[in-house]
Every structure is written in structure tokens, then in C-alpha cells.
């Protein structure tokens, strides 16, 4: 029996052992080895978020030995007002407004804003914190104070009084903030306007401009209102702009001064009209103007870039660049563009400030155009500003950026600062580290050897004008050689003798820019009549040939065709484009202008190849009858030998003369010298020395001149010998009689 009860206890005990190593270790705890360990269930809410019993909005979650409670964030308190609590219970988190429950927690001159979950204070208007920040909350250390004691230098050249809504600066004698009553107080400079004296004797219409002008300025600097004469920005611009209309169009800016002060007095309207701009700004165009304005106002400084256009420029800009310096920030920034159609006129010729390039001139080649900004101190950027120009003409020519430096002998173009960003045959851009009024420039290329060709062009031009001369008279005076083709001949010889006469007399006289038009207009006409008459010689040489022989031409026809068309053709184009006669280098045609020539040329050249090809085509025909007019035949052959050498001679110079205008030129500059100088020899030799009939005429007026110096020689001649044999005779009867 007590085996039995031993065995009983001993299995009760192995049982109540084995029921206690399966017990569960209860909530909030983990049984791992044997071991209860504490679960955090902060964690695992954390990896499952939508497990039901994590804590409300706006808690945080704490865990606790065995369970977890949770507690509202800070700037938060329960609904219950219990700090710890349940998340099986209702209560919520909601926040604390500290600005109504704590009184005067941001201290005198701020005021309290409240923010989920805290609060920021803010100074009041017209007080600033000490340290500079903008929000800070209690406990920082910081105090507002009134904003004329902290800086007193925010209003500049004024006085800061602090009101209902802010501070705001007066401004002291000569001083403005444009209305912009926050802003600092900057000099305003009126007495730029007295420098329009000298343009005013020019453009006496435009004084009561500019003395409207002057009396807004002197208005500024006196009364620091929003607007004291009721100034209308915009069409004070359009007043403006028209002025500039006038005076360009009127050709008052005559020399490099008065293209000075005109920009610089334009560059200080647009300062000074700027600020009564509303922003954004404003774009406005006239007949020779295109004005692009942009404006910000505000106490911030505007930061990032911008750019303004017109149809052929463009300027980019950083707005942080056009504002200037901080400290003197004025409260307001302005951009502006302003390109000139046609300033072109006045401004090129003025190239002393460039640096000398061996062979190399210069002409403008982009509108000039005149960026400012309200920073007045411009002289040297940190940020360069990009200048983008379209070309005047499309061309493969060098190009550099220059801006119109008033420095230099009165006014000047120069590179300095200003570098080409990027060239093409349609734009250039320009990157500048200053700020004035731009344009680009082309370089041309002059002639090398300049002296020889020079020898050459008079020496031949020269010989020419004798030739064409004798050409004239022989042509005129001879009566048996006269005919429709010798008519035509000499008209052609006057038309090339007195366009030679002008052209050694006036093409380089470029000082006078009427006359030079003139020399220039004349020049096209007479080179055109030359070969107008030349296309008649081909129509007289088709009639011969062609029509039967049929050579009647009236004089009138052949004047209408020989002066009228290129009279005709020089008056349209004159009416078309005035400006396009002479240039600054020589009196004749501009090269984009060129067209007013070599257009009826080439049609004229064509006309006479058809007529000449058709020509030399029949008189193969009747040299291969068999009864040909030998004698008329052989006149036409050598008409048309010398018509079409004359074809070549004249067409091949003005070929060459076609390339001209660019660098390297230099064989085709001695070819057109060459065929040009001596065309009057050519032509003499062709249609003189080359005739039979006119040798023949030459060889009788020798033989008519010479024959009375034959006649006297003669008589010189008999008379001595009758006096020798006389001599003689006396001499043989004194000898008898001795």
C-alpha cells in the first residue's frame, strides 16, 4: 500500500509540473524559452496600423510593462483632461489654443497667431524683432521694437515715422520713393534734363516735352505722395516716343554729341518714367521706336531671370541684377528695351573707340537699341547680361558687339566688356557686364594693295577718257560713217566718258552725304544708259540681220530707250529707297541696294545674248547662200564681232565687280580695276582702230592735215634749187665772160 500511495504522489506531482510549464505567461506578455518577456505594443502598431487598439489622433503611444497607455502631443490636450489614458476609452486630443489661454505671451508691440499644434508670434505693424526673425514664440528671447529705432537708415535720405498700418518714410529735399511709401528715399537727379539745350535748337517742338519732364521730377523730390501731378505713365511713354519719331525721322542728331546726349537723355526718361508704370509693365511700339518695360514693386527684392523682346533684339536679364544693391533698394525694379528703327543713320561711321584691325572697317549691322534698369549702378555686373541681335541682312561677315561709349572723342563705338556669346548669318548674341546702348557690328574687309590698284584706276581711267573722247569726236565730226550703229556708238562712248568724269571726281566724296546721293544717283544712271545703249546695238544688229536688213531706227526710239529707261529705273529707285545712294566709304550704291543695278543689267545681258546667238545664226545662214551680199555681209560680221566683244567687255567687269564685298577678293579687285579703267581704250581700238572705214578716214584727215606742210616743204624745196642752178648759171658766164 505504501508503494502504491508513494507511486500516486509522485505522478500528481509530475502531472501539476507539466501543467505549469504549458501556462500561459497573461496579457501584455510573450512566452519565449520558457520565459515571459514584456510585449511592445507601441511596435506593433506601428507595423500594423490598422490594428483597432493603437491611440487616438494627435497621441503618442507609450508602452508600460504588460500593457501601454497613451498621452496627447504637445500643443494638445484630452478631452477628459486626463494625461494618461486608454485607447479603449472616448476621449480625443484636441489643441491648445495659446494665444486666448495665455495673455500677453508674445509681449508688447507682437501679436500671437495660432497654429495646430502650436503658435507663432508676429510684431505688429511698424515694429520689427531685434534679432531680424519674423515668428519666434515665447522663450526665445526676442522683443519687437519700433522699426525706425532698430534701423535708421531704412528710410535713407528721409525720415521714418511709424503709423497705423506700418512705417513710412519722408523724404528730405531732393530726394523720392516714388509713392512707394515703405521704400527708401533715393536722389533723383533733375538736372539731367538741362542737357537738352543742346538738341533743343534741333527739335525746338520738343521742349515743352521735356520741360514737363524736368517739373515732374523737381515735383518728386519736393512732395513724397503717391502721384503729385497726376502723371499717366504710359502716355507719357507714348509722348515720348513720338518725340523720338520726329527727331530721328528729321535728321537732327548730326554728330557724335548730340547722338550722346540723346541716348543718355533717353536712357534717364526711361529711369525716371519707370516707377509710374503699373506692374507687370507695358509694351509699346511707334513708327521708329519698340519699347518693352518691365516693373516690380514691393519691399522684397524680386529674384530670378527675365527677358524682354522686340522684333530684333532681345535682353535677359536677372532681376536680382536690375535691382542693385539691397541696402539701397529703392522698392521698386524696372527692366526696359528700347530699339531704334533707323538710329542706324546718325549712330554708324563713329568707330575711333574700336580697337585698329589691319584692313578692316566697320558698319552697323543690328538696330540700336538702349537697355536700362532702375539699379543706377551698372558700370560693372556681376551676372553679365545676354543681348541678342537679328542681322539687318542676312550675311557671313565677322561681327562684334560694341556699346556706344560717350568717353571716346565725344562719343564712340567700343567692345570693351561686351564679347560674342554666339554668331550666325541671321543672329548674333553678346554677353556685356554693363549696362548702355548696344548694336553689332560687321567688319568689312578692305581692298589690299590698295595703292597699285589705285595707280591703276587712274591711269587707266585716264587713257580711257582720252580714247572715249576721240570715240566722241569721230563719231560726230565724220559725216560718211554715219549711221544708226556709229548713233549708237557714240551715245554709248558719252554715257561711259561722263560717268568716268564723275566717277574720278566724286566717288570718294563722301563728307557731304546729299552730294554724295547725287554722285551716286548719277553714276547708276549713266552706267545703266551705257548699257541700254549696248542692248540697242544688239536690237539695230537683229533688225540688220533678222528683218531684211531693214535698218530704219528713229531717233526718237532709240534716245526713249537709250536715256529714258535707266532715267525711269533711277527715279523708282530713288523714290523707293532715297537712303540707298551712297555710303559711308564710297558714293554709290549700298550693298543691299546693289540690286537697283545689276537686276536691269542682267536682263539687258540676257536680252543680248538671245539677240546675238539669233544673229550669228542667220549670218551663218546667208554666208552659205550661194549669191551673197558679200559687202553687207562682211559689215554685219564685223559689226557683230566688235557688238559682241563689247558684250564681253562690259559684262565681264561688272561680273567681277559683283565680288566685291567680301574678304579675299583680292584677283577679281585687279580684274574689275583692269576691265573697268581701260574699257574706253577697248572700246576706242574695237570700234576705230579695228574699222576699215574709220582707218581709211583717219588715214585721209592725216593725209588733208599734212598736205599743206607737203606743199610748203615742196615749195621750200624748188625754190633752193632754182636759186642753186641760177647760181650756177651767173657763175658759168662770168667764167665765159672771163
Known amino acids: 500500500m ?17 501543467a505549469l510549464s504549458q501556462t500561459d505567461c497573461g496579457p501584455g506578455k510573450t512566452l519565449v524559452k520558457d520565459t515571459c518577456y514584456d510585449t511592445d505594443e507601441c511596435a506593433v502598431f506601428k507595423t500594423f496600423p490598422e490594428d483597432p487598439g493603437h491611440c487616438v489622433e494627435n497621441s503618442a503611444c507609450i508602452n508600460t510593462i504588460g500593457s501601454y497607455l497613451c498621452q496627447c502631443l504637445q500643443g494638445f490636450e484630452s478631452s477628459t483632461g ?33 497654429t495646430i499644434p502650436n503658435y507663432h508670434c508676429i510684431c505688429e505693424d511698424g515694429f520689427n524683432t531685434t534679432t531680424g526673425v519674423k515668428d519666434f514664440q515665447k522663450g526665445n528671447n526676442v522683443t519687437c521694437q519700433d522699426i525706425c529705432m532698430i534701423d535708421k537708415t531704412i528710410c535713407g535720405n ?64 519736393e512732395r513724397p505722395v503717391e502721384n503729385p501731378t497726376g502723371l499717366d505713365g504710359k502716355k507719357m511713354l507714348q509722348r515720348v516716343l513720338s518725340v523720338i519719331d520726329e527727331l ?58 527675365v527677358n524682354i523682346s522686340s522684333k530684333h533684339t532681345r535682353l535677359d536679364i536677372q532681376l536680382e541684377t536690375a535691382a542693385g544693391d539691397p541696402l ?34 566697320y558698319e552697323i549691322d543690328s538696330k540700336v537699341m538702349t537697355a536700362t534698369v532702375s539699379n543706377r549702378n551698372t558700370k560693372h555686373l556681376e551676372k553679365p547680361v545676354k543681348l541678342t541681335f537679328h542681322h539687318l541682312k542676312p550675311n557671313e561677315y565677322n561681327h562684334t558687339c560694341v556699346f ?109 552725304r546729299v552730294g554724295c546721293a547725287v554722285v551716286a544717283g548719277l553714276l547708276h544712271f549713266f552706267f545703266l544708259a551705257a548699257f541700254c545703249w549696248m542692248c540697242l546695238e544688239g536690237i539695230q544688229l537683229f533688225r540688220m540681220v533678222v528683218l531684211v536688213f531693214n535698218t530704219n531706227f528713229k531717233m526718237l526710239y532709240m534716245m526713249a530707250g537709250g536715256y529714258g529707261v535707266p532715267a525711269f529705273i533711277v527715279a523708282i529707285s530713288a523714290l523707293v529707297n532715297a537712303k540707298g545712294y551712297g555710303t559711308k566709304r564710297h558714293c554709290w550704291l549700298h550693298q543691299e541696294f546693289i540690286w537697283s543695278f545689276f537686276g536691269p543689267v542682267c536682263v539687258i545681258v540676257i536680252i543680248n545674248i538671245f539677240f546675238f546667238l539669233i544673229t550669228v545664226w542667220k549670218l ?31 559684262g565681264i567687269m561688272w561680273i567681277f565687280g559683283c565680288f566685291q564685298f567680301n574678304e579675299g577678293t583680292i584677283v577679281t579687285s585687279y580684274l574689275f580695276t583692269i576691265f573697268g579703267s581701260f574699257q574706253g581704250v577697248m572700246l576706242f581700238v574695237m570700234h576705230c582702230l579695228f574699222s576699215k572705214q574709220v582707218r ?37 658766164t662770168a667764167e665765159s665772160r672771163i
Not at 94 to 100: G, S, V
Not at 206 to 218: F, G, N, P, S, Y
Request: with cysteine; hydrophobic share 40%; proline share 3%.
Open 2 to 18: 505504501a508503494g502504491r500511495w508513494n507511486l500516486l504522489i509522485l505522478a500528481l506531482n509530475l502531472s501539476i509540473v507539466m
Open 82 to 114: 486626463a494625461v494618461n489614458f486608454s485607447a479603449a476609452t472616448a476621449v480625443k486630443c484636441l489643441d491648445i489654443n495659446e494665444c486666448r489661454r495665455y495673455n500677453d505671451i508674445c509681449g508688447p508691440n507682437a501679436k500671437c497667431i495660432n
Open 158 to 221: 528721409g525720415t521714418c515715422h511709424r503709423g497705423s498700418s506700418g512705417h513710412y518714410c519722408a523724404c528730405h529735399a531732393g530726394f523720392t520713393n516714388y509713392g512707394n511709401k515703405e521704400s527708401r528715399c533715393t536722389a533723383l537727379h533733375c538736372d539731367v534734363f538741362e542737357d537738352m539745350g543742346n538738341l533743343q535748337e534741333e527739335l525746338p517742338f520738343a521742349r515743352d516735352l521735356v520741360m514737363q519732364l524736368k517739373k515732374v521730377c523737381e515735383d518728386h523730390t
Open 248 to 305: 530721328l525721322s528729321g535728321k537732327a542728331i548730326n554728330d557724335r554729341k548730340k547722338v550722346s546726349a540723346f541716348l543718355g537723355i533717353v536712357e534717364s526718361i526711361l529711369g525716371l518714367m519707370g516707377p509710374f508704370i503699373e506692374p507687370p509693365g507695358t509694351n509699346i511700339s511707334s513708327t521708329h521706336t519698340e519699347l518693352g518695360l518691365l516693373v516690380h514693386k514691393g519691399v522684397d527684392i524680386p529674384q530670378g531671370a
Open 328 to 361: 539701397h533698394y529703392p522698392g521698386f525694379t524696372t527692366v526696359s528695351l528700347l530699339s531704334y528703327a533707323n538710329l542706324k543713320e546718325s549712330a554708324d561711321g563713329f568707330f575711333s573707340g574700336m580697337e585698329p584691325q589691319v584692313n578692316h572697317s
Open 404 to 512: 556706344w561709349d560717350s568717353s571716346v572723342d565725344g562719343g564712340s563705338w567700343s567692345a570693351r566688356g561686351c564679347y560674342v556669346m554666339e554668331s550666325n548669318s541671321e543672329y548674333t548674341v553678346c554677353s556685356c557686364n554693363h549696362l548702355s546702348s548696344f548694336a553689332v557690328l560687321m567688319a568689312l574687309y578692305d581692298i589690299e594693295n590698295k595703292f597699285e590698284l589705285q595707280l591703276i584706276t587712274l591711269v587707266g581711267l585716264s587713257l580711257s577718257l582720252i580714247s572715249l573722247f576721240m570715240c566722241i569726236l569721230t563719231f560726230s565730226l565724220i559725216r560718211s560713217i554715219k549711221s544708226s550703229r556709229t548713233t549708237i556708238h557714240l551715245h554709248l562712248c558719252i554715257s561711259l566718258f561722263i560717268a568716268n568724269i564723275i566717277f574720278l571726281a566724286g566717288i570718294t566724296r563722301t563728307e557731304n
Open 620 to 650: 551663218a545662214q546667208k554666208f552659205s547662200s550661194l549669191n551673197p551680199d558679200f559687202n553687207n555681209l562682211q559689215k554685219i560680221k564685223a559689226f557683230t564681232f566688235t557688238a559682241v566683244a563689247q558684250l564681253c567687255l562690259l
Open 696 to 732: 581709211e578716214e583717219y588715214g585721209n584727215i592725216l593725209s588733208r592735215f599734212c598736205a599743206p606742210w607737203k606743199k610748203s616743204y615742196s615749195e621750200f624745196s624748188y625754190s633752193n634749187t632754182s636759186k642753186a642752178q641760177g647760181s650756177k648759171s651767173t657763175h658759168d
